[in-house]
């Protein structure tokens, strides 16, 4: 997200009456981390979908119906799984993985620290190891693009990679720690 709709975001948002506690995108290619950072302050709660949405996005129909018996009852939490299920269950069986997600949004902080921690340990990657890691990011899930790659499978790989030095490994692994966190 480019500052500028980030910004024009927030302040559509300050408008609002209600407490802001999860944030849904209704739209393709969403969840990718820096989109949930850039977001990150905005609800406690990040829903979105890393890959191209089949069909029509949410069932609106069934995406709220949680809170129909008890809405003051239903937490941050359990309104996002909410979504992600409804998600799921609308497009079950079609062509596409679901990657509709919920994410704690202060994690985020988290996964760019130690995304941050691994590129800092890979600038000194030797030839074979950047060999290594290229391998590693070509194996790896993509979303739409190939070079929309899935982030935790791609540092998992480099993590358990033998001809990869340990430091980064170990800096790939905490990637993949706060990523399972988040």
């Not at 009456?17 to 990040?46: H, I, P, Q």
Request: net charge positive.
């Amino acid at each position: 997200l480019r500052p500028s709709s980030r910004s024009r975001l927030a302040s559509g948002l300050d408008v609002c009456l209600v407490k802001r506690t999860v944030l849904a995108f209704d739209a393709c290619l969403m969840a990718m981390t820096e989109v949930g950072y850039a977001v990150r302050s905005l609800s406690t709660t990040f829903v979105a979908a890393q890959e191209i949405v089949d069909g029509t996005g949410h069932d609106y129909a069934t995406l709220f119906r949680l809170l129909e018996s008890n809405p003051y009852s239903v937490t941050p939490q359990r309104l996002a799984t909410g979504f992600v299920r409804s998600f799921s269950d609308q497009y079950l069986g079609s062509s596409r993985a679901d990657t509709h997600s919920a994410v704690n949004s202060a994690a985020y902080s988290s996964v760019v620290t130690a995304i941050a921690s691994f590129t800092a340990a890979a600038r000194g990657a030797t030839a074979t190891e950047r060999s290594a890691m290229s391998t590693a990011r070509n194996a790896s899930a993509w979303y739409s693009k190939q070079y929309l790659r899935d982030l935790g499978g791609f540092m998992r790989r480099i993590a358990n990679h033998a001809a990869i030095s340990q430091n980064i490994r170990t800096a790939a692994l905490g990637v993949v720690n706060a990523v399972s966190q988040a």
